[in-house]
């Protein structure tokens, strides 16, 4: 073999370890600049009676007043005896407008959004007289927006033994709004996911590519030293 033909070798094989290592860097780059849905990572505790608001947003801030927007109680699950039975909205927005004949019955009229503030990506909803029965997990989600994260949780606790409603429009500001839904792929934990999916990945790549360069250069002094013997032979 020429030493030429052999730098051509090494060549062809360190370019494929560029392109492996090109890709694994792609896998895990996060996204720049999507727009995900954010609610809140405490919960909202309120006394019976109180008005509170449930605060969700999308970041960077987007307009929203032309795609739907579905608040519900994700514990909440069909009746599996019943084909026909379905979990009803907390509140719908659809259309530029709330849809009140597919919300639940204990929610009407109690329930409504900020209508001015929805084109800045506001979509908390906020609901009026809470009783223990309002107690629990709620998601806010928009089907339609283009973004892996869809979805958001925030909790509602009502607290019979809690005197004081303060503090509850203060959850609203962006920067305590950080908890995402669990049954969707936060932002946090996709980037978090793709870099250890891609570390892992470099790791092996990285393994296999010294793995097969030093055993490329074993075969080839292997050959040469054959190839060597083979010449004193002749001699």
Not at 127 to 134: A, G, H, K, R, T
Not at 180 to 187: E, R, Y
């Amino acid at each position: 073999m020429s030493l030429n033909n052999f730098y051509f070798k090494d060549s062809n094989f360190f370019s494929l370890w560029t392109f492996l290592l090109c890709s694994a860097l792609s896998v895990w780059t996060p996204v720049q600049g999507e727009v995900v849905v954010i609610g809140s990572n405490l919960p909202i505790i309120a006394a019976l009676g109180d008005d509170v608001i449930l605060p969700c947003h999308l970041e960077p801030m987007f307009d929203v007043q032309g795609l739907t927007v579905e608040w519900s109680k994700p514990d909440l699950k069909p009746d599996p005896s019943d084909r026909l039975s379905r979990v009803e909205y907390v509140h719908l927005y659809r259309d530029r407008q709330e849809v009140p004949d597919m919300k639940m019955a204990s929610y009407f009229r109690r329930t409504e959004l900020f209508m001015d503030d929805m084109k800045h990506g506001n979509i908390s909803l906020k609901i009026l007289n809470v009783s223990e029965e309002d107690n629990g997990r709620y998601r806010c989600f928009i089907p339609k927006l283009r973004s892996r994260v869809k979805a958001a949780v925030v909790e509602l606790v009502v607290d019979p033994n809690f005197s004081e409603t303060s503090t509850i429009e203060m959850l609203l500001l962006p920067r305590n709004l950080q908890t995402h839904d669990p049954q969707d792929v936060t932002q946090r934990n996709v980037g978090r996911s793709r870099v250890f999916v891609g570390m892992t990945f470099m790791a092996l790549i990285s393994v296999a590519a010294f793995a097969a360069y030093f055993s490329h250069r074993l075969v080839q002094k292997q050959k040469k030293h054959r190839e060597d013997e083979g010449t004193q032979n002749q001699l």
